[in-house]
């Protein structure tokens, strides 16, 4: 039975032409540890903060769902997200050259 491993790593590499080439491994359970981290503590100030100053109608930013956005459910929503693609196992996420310069992020 064939099943994929869970992304571990994640690579982002950084080259110029005629320069060496850069290298920043990023452990992702400690991105994924972050993310829960700040989810925490989200939801410990959405409880805390008055809910006038939560509105953001006094922003001016307008929308109907606008006032409905908290960040404890945006940082869910990225920790979900986050969480999926690391199940994908090993791939390319992005890949970006403009003037000489490459920039690649690998998940492995």
């Avoid at 290298?23 to 991105?31: G, Q, S």
């Avoid at 939801?43 to 307008?62: E, Q, T, Y």
Wanted: include cysteine; proline fraction near 3%.
């Amino acid at each position: 039975m064939w099943s994929k491993l869970q992304g571990q790593l994640m690579l982002v590499r950084v080259s110029r032409d005629g320069f060496r080439r850069i290298v920043i491994p990023v452990p992702l359970y400690v991105l994924d540890l972050t993310l829960a981290a700040f989810l925490d503590l989200a939801c410990l100030l959405d409880l805390l903060i008055p809910k006038r100053i939560r509105s953001l109608k006094h922003l001016n930013l307008g929308g109907t769902g606008a006032g409905r956005i908290s960040v404890e459910s945006l940082l869910a929503g990225c920790l979900k997200l986050f969480r999926e693609m690391r199940k994908n196992g090993r791939y390319r996420l992005a890949e970006v050259q403009s003037a000489g310069i490459k920039i690649f992020i690998d998940f492995y």
